[in-house]
């Protein structure tokens, strides 16, 4: 009997090899028990039965590391934490606010412009002589915007010429060729006329303009404006300076330009003259 029990140890103790991280634990636990003496007998029967527990405590700790569920938890998703809970939701980056536009300017009003003392005043009535009443509103309104533009007879304020009611300085009166042609003095029913204080505006004319006449009908009633103001003024007529030049606006341009341009307004030279004979300074 002593002679089985002291044989079984060596050969138990040789194959049984423990779970990793346990075998060193074991092998030394065998290595005691056969180091101790074996005069008892029972002492190697209990040898035999420990390492058979741990045997078994081994494998069944390798079983569950290996299980299913293990491998469920070391496989959980990463956006769970350890405990199963779930994390926290990620939070967008917070936004810059989009830059305010500011609201439109409204334009500063212009600089009221102060206009020169004038240095002499003229006053004058608008008239209908066999012409529309209906007419004279808007004939007024194109004699004063006329009068009142800086290119004309005002040497830009020197001179002001306001509408008067009453009797004024002079009178422009909007008539028919008729009754032109029957004032006579040299005036004659195709075009207009000044004579004394009146300054007569023939009615065909201001409708239709003179044949020869190159710019638009507006333009036309400006320049037959300054053109028998301007004899009132005390210009007479002129001619054509030189072919292609701006006719002067007391040259007969509504009967030939004689090579020149059709103008408008006054020229320097026309402008200079008012100024002399009325003592102006420009």
Known sequence: MRALSRARPPIVGARLSPAPGLAARFTTHVEVERSAPTDG???????????AVVTLCAALLAGSADSPVARRRSTAPLGKSGDGAAAAPRQPAPREPAPQKSAPREPAPPEP???????????????????????LPAFADSVAATLADARGWGLGGAIRFTETSAPGDFEIVLASPAAIGAIGSGCSPTWSCRLGSQVLINLRRWNTGAPGWDLSLGEYRSYVVNHEVGHWLGLGHTSCPRPNASAPVMQQQSK?????VNNVWPLRSELRSVAGLHGVDV
């Open 113 to 135: 412009v102060e206009r020169a003392p004038a240095q002499l005043r003229f006053t004058y009535s608008v008239e209908a002589l066999e012409a529309p009443a209906a007419k």
């Open 256 to 260: 030939d330009r004689e090579g020149c």
């Open 41 to 51: 007998g029972p002492r190697g029967v209990y040898v035999v039965a420990a390492v």
